[in-house]
């Protein structure tokens, strides 16, 4: 039986942090429920047509979805065993951020049947996260992950931003290997147009001599504390890496749920009468896809916004780029550019083996001009 994973978005924030770019806004007072709601409804719409296959892993993101109480949590992931076909031994990730991760909090996260926890910690050191426009602070960081511990988290990882200047990495690796959880997202921080902090004129990105610097330093400390560097940006302990993250870059399917999410059928959108491979975008903001869930705007009950066809040559171009960004590489016999192999291994760039072309770390640092000469 075909797999699939579930990702569901949660679109809200008690405020919204100096870089962020994602889909999230402030919620009022109704919000979480009619929204919860919502959800639960677009998710009854697809159990007919997804009824002959096994979800493998569920992802609750946001946004902040430790802002849902018990109650809610548990509708949403009832919701999703009531209308999807789980498979019984399963990856359930919820994410939550420091200063709304009580320990009755993440109790109540444990409870409802979430079996691995994503902390935004993102630093270990105040004034990063003031600078970020966290809300949260350093000691918040160290007992958010003992807190989990206690709460019956076993499956944690640990979100740390990385490419702020004046921050101090060795401080954040650190942090890392007090805490020791299980698996590590080390993103470069993306200064996006539009953000204040893209408009903050005292920040200044760092040049990419220091971004390769910072990366090699990472990936060298980590793998020596006995991590598995096994994507560009997530380093696991054995046998934690992430079962839903892996189905992204593999190219597996997945169903989006929530305002703003993303969804991936190779099989195409039969719900909406596609045939061929697609992604498609669900509406945002939260209104606006309440309102086409409900059918309130006339339209159609499923909140799709936007759909995407994708031909043979963008299927293969994914799939470079997708796998690519993992340890498990591609075959050689995508290569199109043969003579150059040699040069980038005798450089550090690649590594073959077994006929799989995977890049090393420093390759994955121009990872974008090493596709463009092979490809
Ligand atoms: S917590 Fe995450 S999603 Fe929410 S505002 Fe901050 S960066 Fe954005």
């Excluded at 949403?76 to 498979?87: I, N």
């Excluded at 006339?298 to 916004?305: C, L, R, W």
Aim: contains cysteine; glycine residues 8%; hydrophobic residues 35%.
């Amino acid at each position: 039986m075909e797999s699939y994973t579930v990702y569901i978005h949660i679109p809200y924030c008690k405020k919204k942090c100096r870089y962020c770019s994602f889909l999230s806004t402030t919620p009022d007072s109704n919000d979480l429920d009619t929204y919860i709601e919502a959800a639960r409804s677009e998710l009854k719409l697809y159990g007919p047509f997804l009824s002959g296959r096994r979800v493998k892993s569920i992802y609750v993101g946001g946004g902040t979805p430790s802002l849902l109480d018990s109650r809610q949590l548990k509708q949403l992931l009832s919701a999703v065993y009531l209308s999807l076909s789980v498979e019984g031994d399963r990856e359930i990730t919820i994410e939550a951020n420091p200063e709304s991760a009580s320990l009755e909090r993440l109790k109540s996260m444990h409870d409802a049947g979430f079996n691995r926890l994503s902390i935004g910690l993102q630093s270990f050191d105040d004034t990063v996260l003031m600078s970020l426009g966290r809300l949260h602070d350093a000691r918040s960081s160290f007992s958010a992950i003992e807190k989990a511990r206690n709460a019956g988290f076993h499956n944690i990882n640990a979100d740390i931003i990385y490419g702020i200047p004046s921050q101090d990495i060795g401080k954040e690796l650190d942090g890392v290997k007090a805490l020791g959880p299980e698996h590590v997202s080390f993103y470069y921080l993306a200064v996006e147009q539009g953000t204040p902090l893209s408009m903050d004129k005292r920040f200044t990105p760092l040049n990419d001599e220091i971004f390769e610097e910072l990366y090699l330093r990472v990936h060298e400390e980590m793998v020596r504390m006995g991590y598995e560097h096994y994507e560009v940006s997530n380093f696991a302990k054995k046998g934690f890496q992430s079962v839903h993250n892996m189905n992204y870059w593999e190219r597996g399917d997945y169903l989006g749920i929530g305002s703003g999410a993303h969804g991936f059928f190779k099989t195409g959108l039969p719900w909406i009468g596609m045939t061929a491979q697609a992604r498609y975008e669900n509406a945002y903001p939260p209104s606006a896809y309440r309102g086409k869930v409900s059918g309130n705007d006339g339209g159609s009950a499923f909140p799709i916004s936007r759909v995407e066809v994708l031909d043979r040559d963008a299927e293969i171009l994914e799939h470079i780029f997708l796998s690519l960004r993992t340890w498990k590489g591609i075959d050689t016999a995508l290569v199109k550019n043969k003579t150059l192999l040699k040069h980038l291994t005798d450089d550090g760039l690649i590594r073959i083996d077994n006929d799989k072309l995977s890049l090393t770390a420093k390759g994955m640092c121009v990872m974008d001009g090493i596709v463009t000469e092979l490809f």
